[in-house]
T-cell receptor, first 112, second 112 residues
């Protein structure tokens, strides 16, 4: 079992550009959540996808959007990048209501 | 609104000494509580979880935590720490597959 996999592991973007981050959930999991972790902070919830729809959303602007595919994999898109978007982006997957979330290794995004 | 407080930003203990990391939460219903560990630049690994039942839960790597409803606490303990336990520890609260709310983390340093 490969667990939750994220790609790429690192990337550098310029202010104003757009970025797409990808996540493959743990085998058998149907729910994907995305978190942003700024340096020295705890992860902050961005949104959660289930059955290809956004089910919950945290306090993030519309520049942050996502998608879930029929195979449960997911993408996080960020438009008009700001320097403050530099962070570790974590994907977590889970199954059902009474289960824990498993996290990937994250994508380190640096905006210059 | 749900919240998690980890009062200790940084804790230093000697190898072989006991450890207790504090976590207080605010949640409107019976919470699901989690402890995650993060090594530098890595994702989050689940140490243990509390959903219901026995308030003393055992986790991986010799960690345990106790849920105290009256104190809204879920402190993490280990009787004897190893140098490999040095990492960042996050307490989180959520319910089912709702979003997780994390504390700001406690950085653990181990002295040889």
């Amino acid at each position: 079992d490969a667990g939750v996999t994220q790609s790429p592991t690192h990337l550098i973007k310029t202010r104003g550009q757009q970025v797409t981050l990808r996540c493959s959930p743990k085998s058998g999991h149907d729910t994907v959540s995305w978190y942003q972790q700024a340096l020295g902070q705890g992860p902050q919830f961005i949104f959660q996808y289930y059955e290809e729809e956004e089910r919950q959303r945290g306090n993030f602007p519309d520049r942050f959007s996502g998608h879930q595919y029929p195979n449960y994999s997911s993408e996080l898109n960020v438009n008009a990048l700001l320097l403050g978007d530099s962070a570790l982006y974590l994907c977590a997957s889970s199954l059902g209501v009474y289960t824990e979330a498993f996290f990937g290794q994250g994508t380190r995004l640096t905006v210059v | 609104a749900q919240s998690v407080t980890q009062p200790d930003i940084h804790i230093t203990v000697s190898e072989g000494a006991s450890l207790e990391l504090r976590c207080n939460y605010s949640y409107g219903a019976t919470p699901y509580l989690f402890w995650y560990v993060q090594s530098p630049g890595q994702g989050l690994q689940l140490l243990l979880k509390y959903f219901s039942g026995d308030t003393l839960v055992q986790g991986i790597k010799g960690f345990e935590a106790e849920f105290k409803r009256s104190q809204s606490s879920f402190n993490l303990r280990k009787p004897s720490v190893h140098w490999s336990d040095a990492a960042e520890y996050f307490c989180a609260v959520g319910r089912g597959n709702e979003k997780l709310t994390f504390g700001t983390g406690t950085r653990l340093t181990i002295i040889p």
